[in-house]
């Protein structure tokens, strides 16, 4: 169960788009579509982002998009704006029958 | 609208046990799966346990296996989790949180609780 890899931080400028990696292994990200993204603001609980690599919830803004290709899972934000300023994670399924998560990724709106 | 509504967590002494409940409401509970999912201080979430509807299937962490276990009452619409032999790495915020399906087979929550926060020291 170890921990997906995600980078510690991105940043972007308003109006800008972003990438967010995360890298898993055959018996998680590259063996299922159950790829999912979260995003958090400090003292705040998780908020779903993406789930089964890209599908997006309703109340989500069409600005958030997820992919795959392998072992690993992308999140993009275009039109970067000020209220996306926050921790990122992935998640994952597992062949254990387990969740694994990203180490998190700080974005910071520039 | 859903809510998940965490309690019992607290400050506990290193090898001592502490029982966490999650009351849901505004969904049929017996309907979904359930997790746990803590977060330390500063860093990222970690999947902890699930426990599908009919509490047949569970999962632990591999950091908590043998001296945590999940449970859920339907009756109740409660989810609990019970833990043992507590270190202080166990020490985290822990949230509790609904499953997109019944089963485990999945891999997202759509719908957390604020937390408790569970603090494992001497």
């Known amino acids: 169960q170890s921990a997906l890899t995600q980078p510690a931080s991105v940043s972007g400028s308003p109006g800008q788009s972003i990438t967010i990696s995360c890298t898993g292994t055959?018996?998680?990200?590259?063996?299922?579509?159950?790829v999912s993204w979260y995003q958090q603001h400090p003292g705040k609980a998780p908020k779903l982002m993406i789930y089964?690599?890209?599908n997006r919830p309703s109340r989500v803004s069409n600005r958030f998009s997820g992919s795959k290709s392998a072992n690993t899972a992308s999140l993009t934000i275009s039109g970067l704006q000020a209220e996306d300023d926050a921790d990122y994670y992935c998640?994952?399924?597992?062949?254990?029958?387990?969740?694994?998560f990203g180490g998190g990724t700080k974005l910071t709106v520039l | 609208e859903v809510q998940l509504v965490e309690s019992g967590g607290g400050l506990v002494q290193p090898g001592r046990s502490l029982r966490l409940s999650c009351a849901a409401s505004?969904?049929?509970?017996?309907?979904?799966?359930m997790h746990w999912v803590r977060q330390a201080p500063g860093k990222g979430l970690e999947w902890v346990s699930g426990?599908?509807?009919?509490?047949?299937?569970?999962g632990y962490a591999d950091s908590v296996k043998g001296r945590f276990t999940v449970s859920r009452d339907n009756a109740k619409n409660s989810l609990y989790l019970q833990m043992s032999s507590l270190r202080a790495d166990d020490t985290a915020l822990y949230y509790c949180?609904?499953?997109?399906?019944?089963?485990?087979?999945?891999?997202?929550?759509?719908?957390w609780g604020q937390g408790t926060l569970v603090t494992v020291s001497s």
């Open positions: 426990v599908s509807w009919n509490s047949v299937d569970v």
């Open positions: 949180a609904k499953g997109s399906n019944a089963g485990l087979a999945a891999a997202y929550s759509d719908s």
């Open positions: 998640s994952s399924y597992t062949s254990g029958g387990s969740w694994v």
């Open positions: 055959s018996s998680d990200v590259g063996g299922y579509n159950f």
């Open positions: 505004g969904f049929i509970f017996d309907d979904y799966a």
């Open positions: 089964d690599v890209s």
